[in-house]
């Protein structure tokens, strides 16, 4: 992704990006969009079936979704990026 900035940079031109990318790199790209519906990357969790999938670990799964959803884990979320960038990069959303 930094190359296409780069790229983009040397042509003047448009690109894609994610944030933390956008972010992390250094040039004269100008932000035009930030926040739009159809520009959303959500992430989303889903522990699969003990009964289809007996080798996985469903239990470590469902683990690490009861913990992502506690206030601890929502805070690092949206912490995440703001030492070092100045803004959050992910969002949490309800």
């Not at 992704?1 to 790199?25: C, P, R, V």
């Not at 670990?57 to 913990?67: H, L, S, T, Y």
Request: charged share 25%; no cysteine; hydrophobic share 45%.
């Amino acid at each position: 992704m930094g190359q296409t900035l780069t790229i983009a940079d040397e042509k003047q031109a448009y690109t894609l990006s994610d944030k933390a990318t956008f972010l992390a790199h250094e040039d004269s790209l100008a932000l035009l969009l930030e926040t739009a519906d159809d520009m959303k990357n959500t992430y989303s969790m889903i522990v699969i079936s003990a009964d289809r999938f007996p080798e996985s670990n469903v239990k470590g799964a469902q683990a690490f979704v009861d913990w992502i959803k506690t206030d601890e884990a929502r805070k690092m979320i949206a912490e995440f990026g703001v030492a070092e960038y100045g803004e959050p990069l992910f969002f949490n959303l309800d």
